[in-house]
């Protein structure tokens, strides 16, 4: 795939898929796209020549490109998805694919990331991760981040690496900020640097911490130019994004460094601006209590971190501390009522505790407030309210049944233990403390998401459809041998997340068109 015959033409069909925007590319646009052109960080890229009309081609089914999918984006372009995965001999492929299941593949290529004005990541790396959407992503460990270029709308190569610089791995941020990691090593040892690019790969501003050598989190290949993030004991652990709108206006990107002293970087992304907490684990000493309840610099929204709750110095004498609740940056929230109610729980029950929930599409966090009796911490009274300190109504009969509460996009999505022994959910309002009458599941849901009237609620092998309105299912989508982990609902597409028979994450687009599972 990689041989420069199949370049060509897979960039002759990508430049043709993407004229339906009103933009194509001749013969000269495609020799542009396979060009070697360098951008350097500080300098703007060259103008992609303008193209000429061709015609469309149509594409091929995704089920016949595809043997798995191991990354499917929200919608990149008005009826367009970005789609990466493995075709039936294990070789990794990607390309776009439109609504009604029509995939042209970009050859030469390992992987795709979508960007704003219709610009692509495209990866070179065979290491490089499928996943190529937002919400909720996590990579771990050191195959995080790609090795590859950035193309335009019409498939031309607008920024390319400096090679000079050191192998550089892109992580994006959201739409139109990537994060870009470089290394090298040679006679003086290992340096790394960090900063910030634009969509068109313009370089925006360093964020490179003096304070550490990046370096010393990564493993060089044998040439001493190919890295990825040590496995060791120093490593990099994890870069977790926070929820996002449709195409991801995400502003946050949290990333965690263990070495032999132990500590964390956390990073926070602005357009312009940067801010770094840098923190060791000898200034956060409570970290090593394995008590859930404490948020270390969690995912607020997608502005911000919190942090706060409480942590348990000895078991032995009954000790514990309420930390206050604080955000990062301290600006995005007003933290006082959530502290108000944790100040007056902490003078009544210290065993009791203030956990935080998550929250909903408009960025508002909900929290719990939990009493326990005695430090068995058994027969548990709980409180919910919101940020700014409002107590959500919740029927008595519920709360008592109650086993979990999720916030989704305009609602609550409550899961009950029936007294009858099974599994029931209801929908609550929690503006007025209206709510549905239990409807029956067959299981604990996860991977659950709302679009406008439908909710999708995952189980072990399936995915029920359901009115948000009235809690009638509507449809059921079953999957066996895979575990369901996400779903997201995107243009025409239900997409399902999870873990096949290898364990690997992989997704199925699902139509909400016909009811048909595309791939």
């Known amino acids: 795939m990689k041989k420069a015959t199949a370049i060509l033409l897979s960039s002759v069909i990508f430049a043709s898929l993407l004229c339906s925007c009103g933009k194509s590319a001749d013969s000269s646009a495609v020799s542009s796209a396979v060009s070697t052109k360098t951008t350097s960080p500080t300098a703007a890229p060259t103008e992609a020549p303008t193209p000429e009309p061709t015609q469309q081609p149509a594409g091929q089914p995704a089920s016949q490109l595809f043997s798995k999918v191991t990354g499917f984006s929200r919608e990149w372009q008005d009826g367009k998805h ?67 270029v950035i193309l335009d709308e019409n498939g031309n190569v607008i920024y390319q690496p400096d090679e000079s610089l050191g192998y550089e791995r892109l992580y994006p941020i959201n739409s139109h900020l990537i994060l870009s990691i470089r290394a090298k090593t040679g006679f003086d040892g290992k340096s790394a640097s960090m900063c910030v690019l634009d969509q068109d790969g313009q370089f925006l501003y360093d964020c490179t911490d003096s304070s ?50 132990s500590y964390i970087n956390y990073n926070l992304f602005e357009h312009d601006t940067f801010t770094s907490n840098y923190m060791p684990y000898s200034d956060l000493p409570y970290l090593v ?30 000790t514990c501390v309420h930390l206050p609740w604080s955000v990062f940056p301290s600006d995005a929230l007003d933290c006082t009522a959530i502290n108000t109610w944790q100040d007056t729980l902490a003078n009544e029950i210290s065993y009791s505790d203030i956990s935080f929930l998550g929250s909903d599409f408009s960025g508002l966090g909900y929290f719990c407030r939990t009493i326990y009796p005695d430090m068995m911490l058994r027969d548990s009274t709980k409180t919910y309210f919101t940020a700014d300190g409002n107590e959500i109504n919740i029927p008595e009969n519920y709360l008592d049944a109650l086993n979990s509460l999720i916030p989704l996009d305009n609602k609550l999505l409550l899961t009950l233990n029936g007294a009858d022994g099974n599994t029931y959910c209801t929908l609550l309002n929690p503006a007025d403390g209206s709510a549905l009458d239990p409807f029956f599941v067959p299981d604990s849901p996860y991977g659950n998401s709302q679009n406008d009237s439908i909710l999708a609620l995952g189980f072990c092998d399936s995915v029920g459809i359901y009115n948000i309105d009235t809690g009638e299912k509507q449809n059921e989508i079953s999957i066996p041998d895979f575990s369901v982990r996400t779903t997201f609902f995107s243009g025409n597409y239900l997409i399902i997340s999870g873990q096949d028979d290898d364990d690997s994450t992989y997704y199925h687009a699902y139509s909400l068109s016909d009811g048909a599972l595309i791939i």
């Open 212 to 261: 550490h050598n990046l370096a010393d989190f990564m493993d060089f290949d044998d040439d001493g130019i190919v890295w990825t993030f040590s496995s060791g004991p120093s490593s990099l652990r994890k870069i977790s994004f926070g929820p996002d709108d449709d195409l991801g206006e995400n502003h946050i990107l949290k990333i965690d460094f263990y070495d032999s002293n």
């Open 289 to 318: 209590h394995n008590y859930t309840t404490f948020s270390c610099l969690d995912l607020y929204n997608s502005s911000c971190f919190i942090l706060g709750g409480k942590y348990i110095l000895s078991y032995a004498t009954a």
């Open 82 to 148: 970005v789609i990466n995965g493995l075709d039936t001999s294990g070789n990794k492929i990607c390309g776009i694919i439109d609504g009604g299941g029509n995939t042209v593949l970009m050859d030469g290529y390992t992987a795709l990331y979508p960007l704003a004005d219709g610009h692509l990541i495209a990866a070179t790396d065979e290491n490089a991760s499928g996943e190529c959407v937002y919400t909720g992503r996590t990579m771990e460990l050191s195959t995080a981040g790609f090795a590859g």
